[in-house]
């Protein structure tokens, strides 16, 4: 084998080796690469989840499971010191603090703030306007989610008294089949004070209230 032969097969094993050196480096590139961006990714994924867990957490309202309602009635029985049975409206916040009374139904507190006009008559025979104001703290108890019934007790007029709603409760139409987050109340309301006016006699009235109340 003459000089040029070796010559030749130095070369090529020269320019093979290096060829091939060239290759595991731009493998390892590749593979450092590939997992750069897996890293990358994954944590652009993690920061992902966490900010929608952030944001599931913010979107969470405080007032979850409370409700709004507003009752208005038509008295139409009342005391005899009433002469016009008193008309008006009720503001029921209702709380979801309370407890479950097992397949009966359960016990929410809730916080009433109403007005009312009418009139009254007293033992001379004079005519005054009244305009009983209503706050009360109580509760409302839903059985099988149809019978409605509720309570407040504090202050009716210028004296203490109880403010009581109860009826049927439209929630399986207006929620569960529509859908809606309404819901309406039909039944009787009714009011017992021991002092209407400053000075006046303890009376009662009642009527028949229709509620709307809207769940946030």
Known sequence: MNLRNILVLIISFSLGF???????VTEEASSDTTETMDESMGDDMSMEEELLEYEEEESASALDGFSAGFTGSVGF???EYITNTPVGGSLIITTPYGFDLGGLGRFNVSLAFG???????DGLGVVEDINPVA?????????AKLVFAEGHGGLVGDGMGIRGFAGVSLERIMKKSLGLPVNILVGGEGFISTELLDGGEKSFWGGLGVRLDYSF
């Open 18 to 24: 290096i060829l091939y050196a060239q290759d595991d």
């Open 135 to 143: 706050m009360g703290l109580g509760g409302n108890l839903t059985l």
């Open 115 to 121: 007005s009312y006009s009418g009139q009254s008559e």
């Open 77 to 79: 029985v009342n005391g």
